[in-house]
């Protein structure tokens, strides 16, 4: 009786590992804002396109909103080309997505496109009279 229920369980696990969906993440997100590189000025409603590196498809588009922040959810793994498409402004931006990753970015723009993105640091963690950076 032991065996028949220990067979019984051990099929019924094996049958759940076969259907059960990968687990695997294979997605990152990407967040930030948008400005103007020359005087720090956000750029609401700037358009952003997210461009696979190798390729040039177009992988993702979206707007930044009224404060100029935007968010790139569940962006496949890979390097982007970032493309920001503003009123006389316009920049272009090499970033990585790595899976289950939340990357934050300011990116900005100018006149003639010679911005360079930086990742955002992270606020200050204060612990009792510690502050962590």
Known sequence: ???IVFRSILVAT???AIMAPASAVTT???????????NGARLPRAQILF???RTGAVERRTVADSKARFAALGLPEGRYLVQILAPARNGLHLVNVDPGDVATYQLAASAN????????????QTTDKTTVR
């Open 51 to 53: 461009r696979e590196a």
């Open 1 to 3: 009786m032991q065996a």
């Open 28 to 38: 990152g997100n990407v967040t930030g804002s948008v400005v103007d590189c020359r």
């Open 113 to 124: 496109g010679d911005c360079k993105p930086f990742e955002l640091p992270r606020p200050p």
């Open 14 to 16: 094996a049958w759940a």
